[in-house]
């Protein structure tokens, strides 16, 4: 239903049947597991405000990475001009510093608690999102270092801060038998997370990417039935060129349309992102209890 949203809007049925299927089964299988003798998911384990804020710091997180890294590498490729080898190598640095970050954290909880680094570590990593959104069309991979290498490092150093101690705040809420079943609900709230950013940052970008192209298009000079074909071209969202029937220069304004419609739908789905991370952090603050 989210996915194909963009193309039918929120009122077709074939749109609002899957999504309230999906919503009555969420229900169904919340009541199931209530009454139920040996639940797959124990709510009683929600009770712990530690568990349920380090679960909901997890959907935070998780959202705005998987949704963000999934547009990203469109970013880079199609409208910074990176190969797919350079667009690898571009995030390199955050995944270093996640790495190496995260075994270092690890002192800091032992002495400190899980609190401050779960506080603070997406708060960075909001700013590192954020940063992305000062970013434009860019020269390519010679403005690397002065652009989205800066987010990549932040979001590299607030993701290492994060990671381990969320891990060791869901595990250490529980009692010792309820540690596989606490790691299993954490990490299918980290995959779900993923996918529902995917599906719903997905629908709002392309929206927003079609909007502005046509926007933009009804500014210009051009016959209706090229305004037409470039409005069905933009479904190809990333990968849109313009016809190659335009004068050489409406291609070149078109393609430069195309490219600021699609750092305009990036940046939206970059706001929800640096606004989702906070958010971890805030129910961080609240509900993740100082301990060792």
Same mark, same amino acid.
């Given at each position: ?32 597991? $209530? ?21 909901? *710091? ?14 990203? !590498? ?11 080898? $350079?667009?690898? *190598?571009?995030?390199? !640095? ?22 401050? !680094? ?98 933009? *298009? ?10 037409? %074909? ?12 313009? !016809? ?6 409406? %291609? ?5 349309? *195309? ?8 940046? $939206? ?21 100082? $301990?060792?």
């Amino acid at each position: 239903g989210l996915i194909e949203s963009p193309k039918s809007g929120f009122g077709h049925l074939s749109i609002v049947l899957p999504l309230l299927i999906g919503g009555l089964s969420l229900i169904a299988f919340i009541v199931v597991q $209530k009454y139920s003798k040996n639940p797959m998911m124990p709510l009683g384990l929600f009770k712990s405000a530690t568990f349920s804020g380090g679960n909901l *710091l997890t959907l935070f997180v998780y959202a705005a990475l998987g949704g963000t890294m999934f547009f990203l !590498p469109l970013n880079l490729i199609q409208v910074q001009g990176y190969s797919e080898l $350079k667009a690898g *190598l571009a995030m390199l !640095p955050m995944v270093i510093l996640i790495a190496g970050i995260s075994s270092i954290i690890g002192k800091f909880v032992d002495r400190r608690g899980v609190r401050i !680094p779960l506080i603070i570590g997406p708060i960075i990593t909001s700013a590192g999102f954020f940063m992305f959104s000062t970013f434009s069309i860019t020269s390519g991979p010679q403005d690397y270092w002065e652009t989205f290498f800066i987010s990549f490092l932040l979001m590299g150093t607030g993701m290492g801060i994060t990671v381990a101690p969320l891990t060791t705040a869901v595990m250490g809420a529980v009692s010792h038998n309820s540690v596989g079943i606490a790691s299993g609900i954490n990490n299918t709230v980290a995959r779900a997370a993923g996918l529902l950013a995917v599906a719903l940052m997905g629908a709002l970008v392309l929206f927003t990417f079609k909007k502005s192209v046509a926007n933009e *298009l009804g500014l210009m000079d051009i016959p209706n039935h090229m305004r037409d %074909q470039i409005m069905i071209e933009s479904s190809k969202f990333a990968a849109a060129e313009a !016809p190659t029937s335009l004068s050489e220069e409406n %291609q070149i304004a078109v393609t430069k349309l *195309l490219k600021d419609s699609f750092i305009l739908a990036f940046n $939206k789905a970059i706001y929800v992102a640096s606004i989702l991370t906070l958010l971890g952090g805030f129910m961080a603050l609240l509900m993740i209890r100082h $301990k060792k």
